[in-house]
Antibody, heavy 120, light 107 residues
Framework: QVQLQQSGPGLVKPSETLSLTCTVSGGSFSAYYWTWIRQPAGKALEWIGRIYNDGSTDYNPSLQSRVTMSVETSKNQFSLKLNSVTAADTAVYYC??????????????WGQGTLVTVSS | DIQMTQSPSSLSASVGDRVTITCRASLSISKNLNWYQQKAGKAPKVLIYAASSLQSGVPSRFSGSGSGTDFTLTISSLQAEDFATYYCQQSYNIPYTFGQGTKLEIK
């Protein structure tokens, strides 16, 4: 059973780069693709983007100019970088597995979430 | 972007009640609609995928229906552990988008 463990700093200064990593265990890394989602306090979920095992990506246009996702297959890890952060980027960030079938795709399972606060 | 609108935004109900939450897409998304449950301080968990398929391990009191632009999540008999926030999400187009959530509270 696939499990995701997130790591990365919980505090980032304004204008700097937010960096998070998700480590996958318990399943075949190459069998899935991966996504990042965030949730400001008390607000709805926002999809950030997805990455395939070959490194190809799709980003939310609202964040595309600031987002970079990468994958390190040898370590069963994928990562998120968001540059030039402001207070508006303060949120809980989640990584998740994109499960696919002939009828669609959905996010399951999820990482535990990382609260990232942007503050000096 | 496809806009997902849930109603109601909040709902008070009692254990044993039948509850229905609706989700409307701003354009047709076929059956590419998923439902998630989120409890306070926890990551969301998928309940229903592809509009009506029950995720493995999810109790059968949860069901989903709909296609095109209108979808529903029904809980046939509320249990204490069902009080949470529920989100719909479309997987038809990039960027994937979520509804604003429906908070289900104890009456």
């Amino acid at each position: 059973q696939v499990q995701l463990q997130q790591s990365g700093p919980g505090l980032v200064k304004p204008s700097e780069t937010l960096s998070l990593t998700c480590t996958v265990s318990g399943g075949s890394f190459s069998a899935y693709y991966w996504t990042w989602i965030r949730q400001p306090a008390g607000k709805a979920l926002e999809w950030i983007g997805r990455i395939y095992n070959d490194g190809s990506t799709d980003y939310n246009p609202s964040l595309q100019s600031r987002v970079t996702m990468s994958v390190e297959t040898s370590k069963n890890q994928f990562s998120l970088k968001l540059n030039s952060v402001t207070a508006a980027d303060t949120a809980v960030y989640y990584c998740a597995t994109v499960t696919t079938s002939s009828t669609g795709n959905w996010f399951d399972p999820w990482g535990q979430g990382t609260l990232v606060t942007v503050s000096s | 972007d496809i806009q997902m609108t849930q109603s109601p935004s909040s709902l008070s109900a009692s254990v044993g009640d039948r509850v229905t939450i609706t989700c409307r897409a701003s354009l047709s998304i076929s059956k590419n609609l998923n439902w998630y449950q989120q409890k306070a301080g926890k990551a969301p968990k998928v309940l229903i995928y592809a509009a009506s398929s029950l995720q493995s391990g999810v109790p059968s009191r949860f069901s989903g229906s709909g296609s095109g632009t209108d979808f529903t999540l029904t809980i046939s008999s509320l249990q204490a552990e069902d009080f949470a926030t529920y989100y719909c999400q479309q997987s038809y187009n990039i960027p994937y988008t979520f509804g604003q959530g429906t908070k289900l509270e104890i009456k």
